[in-house]
Structure formats: structure tokens, C-alpha cells
């Protein structure tokens, strides 16, 4: 059963660390988003690459988030230092162009707390 | 640019009673619209979607929605609510109708069903 995986799925952390997020996207798709959900701002989409190039980053804080795709299986999503307005959950989602990739699928999300 | 609004940011119903959940687009083309719902500490999952053709879409548990073009809407309803349904709703929009498109969520409803 194909699916997004992310890890960790909680992570308590205090003010000024390093955080990773990890995404393994569904085998074949190309496409791998980052999108942060918070009771003020809802679902908001961060960035997005496609054939692990950077296709949207515009709704990432530059100075301390940066989103990389090292290889097809692995997407990141750091933040450095950390605050305790990034306290959200982060989902990663994946999507294709083949004909029966017609939905994004999205991971269980990671529930960052930053203390 | 695209956007949801989403009418109702809770609604309640009874079990067994109409569901009716209400989302309306702005899209500068013509727009792609999905509806995922969220369970707790889950991530999302396509409830229905809306390419082209017609203009009522049905979806899985009972779901289904209608495309009104004159409206700029797509209201999520259900005939008959089940305690199973109680959850958050989102509406979306995109440009494309495949999965490796970005989406443009609505703020969500969430429904409670009343036993």
C-alpha cells in the first residue's frame, strides 16, 4: 500500500534548536510538497519541488526554514533556530502526472512543538 | 491567484440528518476543486473532486458534491450523517488536475454529529 511517510510524527524541542522533518515520498511521483497547518493561518503551502528542484518557496520564511530534496525518496524540511511560532503540524504530501496519479497524497503529518 | 472561503467554521448535526458543508472558489481559471477530510491526528484524504464534465461528483462515504459555476460554489453534502463523518473538512483549489499541482485550502469546518 503506497503512502507518504513522515518522521518523527512529534517533536518537542526547545527555543533555538535545529529542527529536520523527513518525508519519504510515494515511489514514482514526482512532485513533493511542504504545508503547515496552524488553528490561525489553516493549511498553508511552504514549498513545493518538482523533479527535486524547487518549483515555490515563496511561503517559507527564508532566514530560518530551507526545504532540500537530496535524492527522489527523501525530502527535508529544517528550521534553524527553531521558535515558538513555528509550533504547528507539518505535512508533506506527493503527486504525479502519470494518468492515475490524479490527488496529492498526504503524510500523517509532524506535530512540532517548540517550547 | 486562487482562494476557498468556507462558510461555517463548525457545524453541527444530528445523526441521520442532511450534512451540509459550504465552500466558494475565486479562480482566474477554470478551477480544479477537491475536498479532503482530516481526522484526528490524520492526515488528509480526497473525499471527492471536481475536474470537468459533470457537475455533480460523488465521492466515498456517501459524499457528494455539485459544481456551480454561476455560484462560484461547491457545497460538500451528505443525505444521511453518520457518527463516523464527525471530523474536519477541508475545500480546495488547483489549476491542474493532476496531483502534482499545488492546492489552495479553504480555513476547514469542522463537524460534530450529535447522537
Known amino acids: 500500500d503506497a503512502r507518504v511517510t513522515q518522521t518523527p510524527r512529534d517533536k518537542v524541542t526547545e527555543m533555538g534548536q535545529e529542527v529536520t522533518m523527513r518525508c519519504q515520498p510515494i515511489?514514482?511521483?514526482?512532485?513533493v510538497f511542504w504545508y503547515r497547518q496552524t488553528m490561525m493561518q489553516g493549511l498553508e503551502l511552504l514549498a513545493y519541488?518538482?523533479?527535486?528542484?524547487?518549483?515555490?518557496d515563496s511561503g517559507m520564511p527564508k532566514d530560518r526554514f530551507s526545504a532540500e530534496m537530496p535524492d527522489a525518496t527523501l525530502a527535508t524540511l529544517k528550521i534553524q533556530p527553531s521558535e515558538p511560532r513555528d509550533s504547528a503540524v507539518y505535512f508533506c504530501?506527493?503527486?504525479?502526472?502519470?494518468?492515475?496519479?490524479?490527488?496529492?497524497?498526504f503524510g500523517q503529518g509532524t506535530r512540532l512543538t517548540v517550547v | 491567484a486562487q482562494s476557498v472561503t468556507q462558510l461555517g467554521s463548525h457545524v453541527s448535526v444530528s445523526e441521520g440528518a442532511l450534512v451540509l458543508l459550504r465552500c466558494n472558489y475565486s479562480s482566474s481559471v477554470p478551477p480544479y476543486l477537491f475536498w479532503y477530510v482530516q481526522y484526528p491526528n490524520q492526515g488528509l484524504q480526497l473525499l471527492l473532486k471536481?475536474?470537468?464534465?459533470?457537475?455533480l461528483v460523488k465521492g466515498i462515504n456517501g459524499f457528494e458534491a455539485e459544481f456551480k459555476k454561476s455560484e462560484t460554489s461547491f457545497h460538500l453534502t451528505k443525505p444521511s450523517a453518520h457518527m463516523s463523518d464527525a471530523a474536519e473538512y477541508f475545500c480546495a483549489v488547483s489549476e491542474s488536475n493532476f496531483g502534482n499541482e499545488k492546492l489552495t485550502f479553504g480555513t476547514g469546518t469542522r463537524l460534530t454529529i450529535i447522537p
Open positions: 471536481y475536474t470537468t464534465g459533470a457537475t
Open positions: 504530501a506527493s503527486g504525479g502526472t502519470g494518468v492515475r496519479d490524479t490527488e496529492a497524497f
Open positions: 519541488f518538482r523533479n527535486r528542484a524547487p518549483l515555490d
Open positions: 515511489l514514482g511521483h514526482n512532485t
